[in-house]
């Protein structure tokens, strides 16, 4: 009998994954459970058990939120150019032409006038999939023109933000849609016309630091990133250590920069709710929310203040009291 054995080893045999189709089962970030995607697909991109929103792309969105078979795009032959003629490990040209093909979109929103609850309402939908939901050229144009829609036929605006910023292979010429959306907003204040914003994970950047943050009424999905900068920039430019959680949906709820955290499956019928407290009945904005809407104006009347000025009683002024010495 030998002293040195060789040790017995039991055979464990492993299943090979190459039956299984890719994109059948998808694993939740939340819980770590593998959800059936069709099941996935069928309940608007949330995880049934833990409530985990994945991304939902513009055209289920819409499908999601409007009155069946009434949604009509706008502005869907505008497309990116290259002004900077951009050069990089891939182009410009190059990302937008890969990015057309895998989204199906023209550019990274979706506008469009459709009806919620019987109502006529002008949509902005950004989507994620289409280089981070990044702002350029194109999206601030479709979203100021979804805006000047609004405001020509007297119709609220629905805009669901869903982007990383402004896109930089176009440079200053993106970062001018922050003032250009902005300024548009602006008249629509001042016609009282409301402005729902809608944010998803992510809202992030030149998007959050503009339109996305001037709605009159705020909305967020659970658990969605907004703010300006990453976490990560923050600590290292103000050397704090930062709150966990400060830049989720939930932190910005808690210290009133949004009104509501509502889950995707309810968004609908709130976003109606919302619109019938500030419409009439027949569907157009009443003079009363209108009103509610607009802002204080800054310029006093002048002739008013002079005529309260002209009619206030004069005060007599008290006689001085006499000294009580002697007179000389």
Not at 15 to 36: A, F, H, L, N
Not at 289 to 313: E, G, R
Request: some cysteine.
């Amino acid at each position: 009998m030998a002293i040195f054995s060789k040790p017995q080893y039991s055979t464990v045999k492993v299943r090979t994954r190459e039956g299984i189709k890719k994109g059948i089962w998808t694993k939740c970030p939340s819980s770590g459970e593998m959800v059936y995607v069709k099941d996935l697909k069928k309940n608007l991109m949330v995880v049934p058990s833990s409530g985990y929103h994945f991304p939902l792309p513009a055209p289920e969105r819409v499908e999601s939120l409007v009155d069946k078979g009434t949604f009509v795009e706008f502005d869907q032959g505008l497309s990116s150019l290259d002004p900077l003629k951009f050069k990089g490990v891939a182009s410009y040209k190059e990302k937008l032409e890969d990015n057309k093909k895998k989204t199906g979109m023209a550019d990274a929103v979706l506008c469009g006038i459709g009806k919620m609850g019987g109502r006529e309402v002008s949509l902005a939908v950004m989507d994620f999939r289409f280089l981070g939901g990044s702002m350029g050229s194109v999206v601030g144009e479709k979203i100021t023109r979804a805006i000047e829609r609004a405001l020509e036929g007297d119709m609220p605006i629905l805009i669901v933000s869903a982007s990383g910023g402004a896109r930089m292979y176009e440079g200053i010429i993106s970062l001018m849609q922050m003032a250009k959306t902005s300024a548009a907003l602006t008249k629509l204040a001042e016609a009282g016309i409301p402005f729902v914003s809608l944010l998803t994970n992510p809202t992030m950047a030149g998007v959050m630091a503009s339109f996305a943050s001037l709605g009159d009424i705020i909305l967020a999905e659970p658990e969605a990133l907004v703010g300006f900068a990453g976490r990560r920039v923050i600590k290292d430019t103000t050397q704090v250590d930062l709150p966990e959680g400060f830049q989720t949906s939930e932190f910005l709820l808690e210290h009133g920069l949004i009104d509501q955290i509502v889950p995707r499956l309810e968004l609908r019928e709130r976003i109606i709710s919302l619109l019938n407290l500030l419409s009439g009945s027949n569907g157009k904005v009443s003079a009363k929310a209108k009103s509610s809407l607009k802002k204080p104006a800054a310029k006093k009347n002048k002739k008013a203040a002079t005529k309260a000025t002209a009619t206030k009683p004069a005060v007599k002024k008290a006689p001085k009291p006499r000294s009580r010495g002697g007179s000389k």
